[in-house]
């Protein structure tokens, strides 16, 4: 299965990417979003897996700088995780909020909790059971893009979800 | 006869101002540093110890760091001296010190006693006015050598500038290594000039901001070793660790109150905001101080326990407030153009230090307990975390560039930027208070 046939399979997939090209970081030398992986695997995974959830769903969101907003584009991303924890409920769910470095230890600590609360509750909203889901906030801890400019801050200021292992 | 003596006591009077026993019109030390903050430092001679080979050599070294890293003092080169000391009890030639322009010159001794202990001592002598200004004698195991040292640095600077010394101290951080995006944290502790580290975390875990309590035995910092970042208690000397409180969420930004009794922090509440708790360590009981639905954090008690400082962005950005100790009379209290945090109240009470962020630039800064008379110290592109050396002159931080952390002290001019050597990068530093 060739890679234009997946993405032409996949209209929000193409969406994904065009928001990825925009705010993605030049320099990045691993795949760090869901696109990327999506870009060289689409299609690889087996329906309902782990890898399904975060290649052809997208594992993460992100925010403006200093804001827990869930944006149209994450509202996107966060609907399609919704259907599809609907349809797989065997995972539980960790979502973890990050921070980009642009901001003091403790308050991003916070802001980190802020938004994966957000988006938590957006998923709650969805239809996903409440139970299922965890939050941890890891600040401006765990930045996945390491550049010091704009386009690397705003791939860190993101809620990825987690699936903690099925059976739950 | 004449005014030599002068230098000194402009130092001297100087301090007299800043720890009057009386408390001053706190404009009194702003516009102090405003306007008279270019302190010429005074000249100093430290002689070598003499006795004990080289450890003679060794505290004068940590003597004449301490001195000069203060910015207060320009120790001079020994290749200057005229008089060589033989005996460090007896008066020393001032016409040969004077001729160098020292004003002040120290002279000591080292040696071991019977039972093992070191002991030494020192000489503090005026040059000019020709006569000794103090002489004091210490006693310390093999273990301690540099800690005499800080100790006779500590006394020879409060003897010639009228305030509390800081250098026998130490310093609780977290030590950083490893690439940007997989960091391996560590709790570590050291001496205020970078020495004898040692390490209180094994790494495995994310740990962050460590702070004293006022007896310096225990800190409290912030760890994801459960999953869930939690507060925890440690004995530093045993390496006892302990979970503060049972709460169901993240706990963070912990600090002790003046007292001991309570560790103040944050707690995550489920609508994703965070509010400020005080826990009283004895009985366990919880007291909510804040109670919006916004970030509450970072908070700080003043000195006398009365009254709580704190981050909040209940107003949109992130701003500084102050609270009664029970939460009562919540007061907005910066005003400037841009975000603030990390709020700390300053050991004398007069002043809040600060982070700042403005036109892409983190800043470290002061202001008075209402807000008013804010003085930028300090700027870059990444710094943050300001803490207090325990005489309330002297500011740590940590600066992000060239890769990761690493630590700076910065006095109230804003004049004197040193950093502090660091083998791996390092951030979040907590001073220690002073040992009564």
Known sequence: MGRIAALTRNPVMIALVAMLAITGCASKKTPNSAADLGLNGAGAATPGSAQDFTVNIGDRIFFDTDSSSIRADAQTTLARQAQWLNQYKQYAIVIEGHADERGTREYNLALGARRAAATRDFLVAKGVSAQRLKTISYGKERPVAVCDDISCWSQNRRAVTTLSGAGS | ?436
């Open chain 2, 1 to 436: 006869m004449r005014s030599f003596l002068k230098p000194l006591l402009t130092i001297a009077a100087m301090a007299l101002g800043m720890t009057a026993a009386v408390p001053l019109p706190a404009w009194a030390l702003v516009e102090l540093n405003v306007n008279k903050g270019n302190v010429e430092p005074l000249p100093i001679a430290i002689t070598d110890f003499q006795g004990g080979d080289a450890l003679g050599a060794e505290i004068s070294d940590i003597v004449t760091a301490d001195l000069k890293r203060s910015g207060l003092f320009a120790p001079i080169d020994k290749s200057a001296f005229i008089e060589k000391i033989s005996n460090p009890d007896a008066q020393p030639r001032f016409d040969d010190w004077k001729v160098i322009n020292a004003q002040a010159l120290v002279t000591g001794s080292v040696g071991k006693e019977a039972d093992g202990r070191i002991r030494a001592q020192y000489r503090l002598w005026d040059t000019f006015a020709g006569q000794q200004m103090s002489g004091e004698q210490f006693f310390a195991n093999d273990a301690n050598t540099r800690r005499v040292a800080h100790i006779i640095a500590d006394a020879i600077y409060e003897r010639l500038t009228g305030e509390k010394g800081y250098f026998d101290t130490r310093v609780v951080f977290i030590d950083e290594s490893g690439a940007k995006n997989a960091r391996k944290k560590r709790l570590a502790i050291m001496d205020q000039d970078g020495a004898n580290v040692r390490y209180l975390s094994d790494g495995r875990a994310i740990v962050l901001t460590p702070r004293f309590s006022p007896n310096r035995q225990e800190i409290t910092y912030m760890s994801y070793e459960s999953g869930q970042p939690k507060v925890y208690l440690l004995q530093i000397e045993t390496g006892q660790r302990e979970l503060v409180g049972n709460f169901p969420g993240m706990t963070f930004a912990p600090r002790f109150s003046p007292d001991g009794q309570k560790v103040i922090m944050s707690l995550l509440r489920d609508d994703g905001n965070s509010n400020i708790f005080a826990m009283d360590l004895r009985s366990r009981s919880t007291t909510r101080l804040t109670n919006s639905t916004a970030i509450d954090t970072s908070p700080s008690y003043s000195p006398d326990g009365s009254k709580v400082v704190f981050t909040s962005d209940r107003g949109g950005r992130a701003q500084i407030y102050v609270m009664g100790a029970d939460g009562s009379g919540q007061t907005r209290i910066s005003f400037g153009d841009g975000v603030y945090s990390t709020p700390v109240w300053s050991p004398r009470g007069d002043l809040i230090a600060f982070t700042k962020q403005t036109g892409g630039e983190f800043q470290i800064g002061v202001m008075k307990t209402d807000g008013s008379g804010e003085r930028i110290l300090s700027s870059g592109f990444q710094q943050e975390g300001p803490t207090w050396a325990p005489n309330g002159r002297v500011l740590m931080f940590f600066r992000d560039a060239n890769g990761g952390p690493k630590l700076i002290s910065v006095d109230l001019t804003g004049r004197n930027e040193q950093s502090i050597p660091t083998s791996n990068f390092a951030s979040d530093p907590a001073w220690s208070p002073l040992l009564e």
